[in-house]
């Protein structure tokens, strides 16, 4: 129940194309949800998050879409750049404990082609 | 990478010595967290604070112990370090007055356990 399953586990897309990663849940007390971009030799930043009560959240170029009845979240890049390729983590969490852990997702490697 | 200085990046160790690694943040703030990042498992949580010699256990916890003296730094400790403890690991700080959730991690520490 405290899992995050992720996929792809590697995404190769053209630029100016759209890379989707998928994220599904089953714990319900989950209450945020998200993306954190990491590339090589630094640590993961957060890119974008959401919470159940909205079915999508954009910034940028980056969309999260949620459904909360399937209990699955994804990201969307627009017009995906090779300045994008990096590793993606969804991630859960709940305050019900008062820490908000997060359980990450195993991560997906994008690169986009220029 | 928001006022956190994980020390040292990089360790090269023998099987059953002891190791300990710092994280120090600047950021005043209550939450410190620690993980490990392993391929094909994403990030996973070895051990949390949420205050000063308040800690508890994450899903990874096993041959690892932490100490919390003072707000700004967080002490990983492998006593016996076996070679399953190679890894990178990854200070994470957040501050849950201000922003929920959010969570800020370091640049890690990138250890081999020969």
């Known amino acids: 129940q405290q899992q995050v399953k992720q996929s792809p586990q590697s995404l190769i897309v053209q630029k100016g194309g759209i890379s989707i990663i998928n994220c599904a849940y089953e714990?319900?007390?989950?209450?945020?949800f998200p993306w954190y971009q990491q590339f090589p030799g630094k640590g993961p930043a957060l890119l974008i998050a959401?919470?159940?009560?909205?079915s999508e959240k954009k910034e940028g170029r980056f969309t999260i879409s949620f459904n909360k009845s399937a209990k699955q979240f994804s990201l969307h890049i627009m017009d995906s750049q090779p300045g994008d390729s990096a590793t993606y983590f969804c991630?859960?969490?709940?305050?019900?404990?008062?820490?908000?852990?997060?359980?990450f997702g195993t991560g997906t490697r994008l690169k986009v082609l220029a | 990478d928001a006022g956190i200085t994980q020390s040292p990046r990089h360790k090269v160790t023998e099987t059953g010595t002891p190791v300990t690694l710092r994280c120090h943040q600047t950021?005043?703030?209550?939450?410190m967290y620690w993980y490990r990042q392993d391929p094909g498992h994403g990030l996973r949580l070895i051990h949390y604070?949420?205050?000063?010699?308040?800690?508890d256990k994450g899903e990874v916890s096993d041959g690892y112990s932490v100490s919390r003296s003072k707000t700004e730094d967080f002490l990983l400790t492998l006593e016996s370090a076996t070679s399953s403890q190679t890894s990178v690991y990854f200070c994470?700080?957040?501050?849950?007055?201000?922003?929920?959730?959010?969570?800020?991690f370091g640049a890690g520490t990138r250890l081999s356990v020969l």
């Open positions: 959401i919470r159940p009560d909205v």
């Open positions: 991630a859960a969490s709940t305050g019900a404990s008062g820490t908000y852990k997060y359980i």
């Open positions: 714990n319900t007390a989950f209450d945020y």
């Open positions: 994470a700080i957040s501050d849950n007055r201000v922003a929920k959730n959010i969570q800020y």
């Open positions: 604070s949420y205050g000063v010699k308040d800690t």
């Open positions: 950021e005043n703030h209550r939450y």
